[in-house]
């Protein structure tokens, strides 16, 4: 079992930053695999970032490359979304994953789900 908690989602203007966090507890945290995904309003669940093992793997939807960077500190069971030139369609509820290797950018590649953080962008 692997309980996920996000932080750092709000408010922004277009061409702002935030960093999103995602606390992991229950299992061995360098053992998982761990995902971003984004839900738009009226629109599926879609693939934002994923992060290997150790770190030094990583992979983005064509739509956030150049301008998200995920990255993890396993010491602190934790994985960061750090979000640069935010754009109003970034507008999402943010979700953190975890899974054990499987795969990486479908959402049922993942056994554990965050409760999600709003990431509202302004023009």
């Known amino acids: 079992q692997v309980q996920l908690v996000e932080s750092g989602g709000g408010l922004v203007q277009a061409g702002g930053s935030l960093r999103l966090a995602c606390a992991a507890s229950g299992r061995t945290f360098s053992s998982l695999y761990m995902g971003w995904f984004r839900q738009a309003p009226g629109k599926e669940r879609e693939f934002v970032a994923a992060i290997s093992f150790t770190g030094i793997t990583t992979a983005y939807a064509d739509s956030v490359k150049g301008r998200f960077t995920i990255s993890r500190d396993n010491a602190k069971n934790t994985v960061y979304l750090q979000m640069n030139s935010l754009k109003f369609e970034d507008t999402a509820v943010y979700y953190c994953?975890?899974?054990?290797?499987?795969?990486?950018?479908?959402?049922?590649?993942?056994?554990?789900w965050g409760q999600g953080t709003q990431v509202t962008v302004s023009s």
């Open positions: 994953a975890a899974n054990p290797g499987r795969g990486y950018q479908l959402p049922r590649h993942y056994d554990y």
